[in-house]
């Protein structure tokens, strides 16, 4: 579970990052990073559709700067993965909301602007 966030930290599972995470159910990715800073892209995403989550939730930063591509977007419904874009804040929330439902979700957050 995500525990906190805040502008460019955030702690999960009582553990402290500083840099962009992906997020799965039973492990963190503190060395995601995306091929364009603001982008998220298909590339950006090969976890992800190898997981296969249910759902993922993207954190598109405190003022919501980082956009999906719509081939990201494309990518992700050609798998049946529920796209859910928020700023950061929200999508910390919204993944907790979804793991405590028992949902298999994944989250891509990117922690500054």
Known sequence: MIDSYKMGKIVIDGRTYRSDV????????????????????VADLADVLAESPEVLVVGSGRYG?????PE??????????RLVVAKT??????????ASAGKHVAAALHLTC
């Open 22 to 41: 992906l997020v799965f159910p039973d492990r963190v990715d503190a060395s995601w990073w995306r091929l364009k800073s603001h982008e998220l892209a």
């Open 89 to 98: 804040g929200a999508a910390c929330d919204m993944f907790n909301e979804l």
């Open 65 to 69: 700067r980082l956009i999906v591509l």
């Open 72 to 81: 990201a977007e494309q990518a992700l419904a050609s798998q049946g993965i």
